[in-house]
């Protein structure tokens, strides 16, 4: 079948997510029939350099040998199984890792399908802990340009009006302080301070995206700014939640960003990258202290019932080890920061172009803020195009350009990316 | 590994779903190494017949041949690509074959990973439709006694004080009708008539689990509640939606619960056995009336702008093409029947005993109500642990048993299961 016949029998019944359909009318669909490592290719043999990693999930490149190996190994003994009462390796053997790979303090860990899920469980935990010591603090606190998912609560502690403001007399009321990204960090801190002084006694938790907002333009701003967070969330008694469903998994050049930091939160989300590109997963991980506050006989009414059916999927879990795997054997934190230095290196001529704002980077993502365009023009369309014709997938934030590749990029490969985009950039727009 | 030595380890950092943790001193969790068709086996090789499929979801038994094959051919090709101005063969697939087996005016579909997320979906896209109309009807009416998911949006739709009442400082508030399962059906829908008169103008949708409350009890209700309440949802101007999550997938005896009513729900919801226990998906379908009221040009700001990460996740999508050709190659929904006639014919007797309050059931779930216990004895435990002696693996809701059986279990495998709990709850409780 030819791309245009597939897009037809797409077009007649699926409505694709975070797309104005009606777009599909000038912006032909592209169905993809394989993927291979850095590459997509559709069904005319047309090849595309996945430059953001399939929405930031895609850390190890397309069809990957060594995770198809280990899905099939899976596949022989126990694709699931329910996760209330039972469990199975991959699970034990996933939290146990996670659990050395982050702060010592988060030594528990609550399974779950996707981002959003995470971000609903930390917030309800957040709220029930204190709830379970018989006060109720039901506010929730989140930065300014924020982004943590789409289901009602995930979205209410998020500041995109893109994706919030419609939905505003469904949504409970939330707190949102200035972002460091967009102000100086002591102007943001200081409005956090006086929002906490403000509703003392009535906040639970505190959510952010470590060092970046991803979803907010990819703004970022400096681990300075969490280490005094920190330090404000224990003056106040409020827990901080820190969501790395975006950044996590060696986005930001560590591991996990709150490394750089060197805090612990009390609640830590991932999902994306944990299973590679693959599938869904994502776990909330937290204190001993959190943990026991839900540790009691059942009569007390006290626990954390949170379930989704597919809870610890044996198929997923089996996936996240054989990232992990792939994280330790090729010694890939150690490996990008090649990477990284090649990126930063490679985007500093942008700077000196007129059409552009700024150059910004934290480890595996680089963001080219452009300026000077009409507010109706949809410049982020125009550049994708323009780089889709020569084999180079990038998807622009409304001026914003940026690059999250999958680790596997060569340094040719990252080259090809940027030299693509600064053409297009210095030239055709 | 012994089951106990990786019960130990387990426990040092996994908090599992609906669980209360310190159960688990008491009532050791089970390490699963393998599941094989009807079975589920422990890591010192007992074995357990899996009565509730894996927590509803494992409809075609575990560790199946046909859909293990392809996924092994999906890896090959594309384990997964981002679905916002991509897409490929097995969504396409998929959404042509649901589109097909629901009721005609279903035409549209929007992919997300787990039931909650669709139940989100749903409900945002009907107040979003009135709100592109520039009306806000921020009401949703659900059913007493019901239950639709853990993240705020479907909590909040939700009336199962277990789980939501700890939560009520921190959900929007939505109104419940009296439910059909608690109250005789006419007695239900004048009350649902006067809510919806009484909110007119407000409540955007009316969201009901067809036939079965299922997390509520096992309750269970006539198709002609749900006949008259399109009826009335017709003539309030308000969205019906289906939430078939848990009873979707044959589990009713048909395919969908709503073919048993002869109506068309504006939001059909989906996930659980639409992989066959083998990973998270969900769809919600929805008619082209909505679709439309979201199709514009980009800068109107009426789209529908909800996205996770891995919405449509190819492997997801090739595993329910796999579920769907086994229905259709292995003739499912007509060799359930003699599945269901069997259950119904083999549970009469419980209807005689004392301890007994009502057998009920509909299709491939048949649901023992007990009585007389003292509301403090965890009764349910006792008969989970009971069985479980016997290598049957059921898990009680408080006082109701309940069976709901992969559609791989054979006529002596139902009459085991069966057996073996009416002799619990006959003699040994």
Aim: negative net charge.
């Amino acid at each position: 079948m030819t791309n245009n016949e597939l897009m037809k029998e797409d077009l007649k019944h699926i409505f694709h997510p975070c797309s104005q359909m009606k777009d599909y009318e000038k912006l032909p669909l592209i169905p993809i029939k394989k993927g291979k490592s850095s590459y997509i290719y559709d069904f005319e043999d047309n090849e595309y350099l996945d430059c953001i990693s399939s929405w930031w999930v895609n850390i190890f490149g397309h069809s990957n040998d060594y995770i198809n190996k280990k899905i099939n190994e899976q596949l022989q003994d126990l694709e699931h199984v329910i996760f209330a009462g039972f469990t199975h390796k991959p699970a034990i053997d996933l939290a146990k890792r996670l659990v050395s790979l982050t702060p010592e303090p988060l030594q528990k860990i609550f399974f779950a399908d996707n981002g959003s899920s995470a971000i609903e469980i930390s917030l309800k935990m957040a709220f029930q802990y204190f709830k379970n010591k018989g006060i109720s603090k039901p506010l929730f606190v989140s930065l300014e340009n924020s982004y943590h998912g789409e289901t009602m609560g995930a979205l209410a502690v998020s500041d995109n009006g893109l994706y919030k403001d419609i939905y505003e007399d469904i949504l409970i009321k939330t707190i949102q302080a200035k972002s460091p990204s967009l102000h100086d960090e002591d102007i943001a801190i200081d409005d956090m301070r006086s929002i906490l002084k403000k509703y003392e006694g009535q906040v639970s938790s505190v959510v952010i995206e470590p060092l970046i907002q991803c979803a907010g333009s990819m703004k970022m701003y400096n681990a300075s700014y969490i280490k005094k967070l920190r330090a404000l969330c224990d003056e106040f008694g409020v827990f901080l939640i820190a969501d790395e469903i975006a950044v996590g998994f060696g986005r930001t050049g560590t591991l996990f960003a709150i490394e750089q930091a060197d805090i612990t939160p009390d609640f830590l989300c991932l999902s994306k990258g944990i299973t590679g590109g693959y599938m869904p997963l994502s776990v909330v991980m937290f204190t001993d202290d959190i943990y026991n506050a839900f540790y009691c006989d059942y009569d007390e009414g006290k626990s954390f019932l949170d379930s989704h059916s597919y809870t610890g999927n044996t198929i997923a879990c089996a996936v996240a080890n054989a990232v992990l795997d792939i994280f330790e054997k090729e010694n890939i934190i150690e490996k990008n920061q090649e990477k990284i230095a090649l990126i930063e290196k490679q985007t500093q001529r942008f700077k000196s172009l007129e059409n552009v704002f700024e150059v910004r980077q934290r480890g595996m993502v680089c963001a080219i803020e452009l300026k000077g365009y009409d507010s109706n023009r949809r410049i982020n369309l125009e550049i994708f195009q323009a780089a889709l014709k020569e084999g180079v997938y990038i998807r622009p934030l409304g001026n914003v350009i940026y690059f999250m590749p999958p680790y596997c990029f060569t340094n040719e490969q990252l080259i090809k990316m940027i030299d693509v985009t600064y053409d297009i950039v210095s030239t055709k727009i």
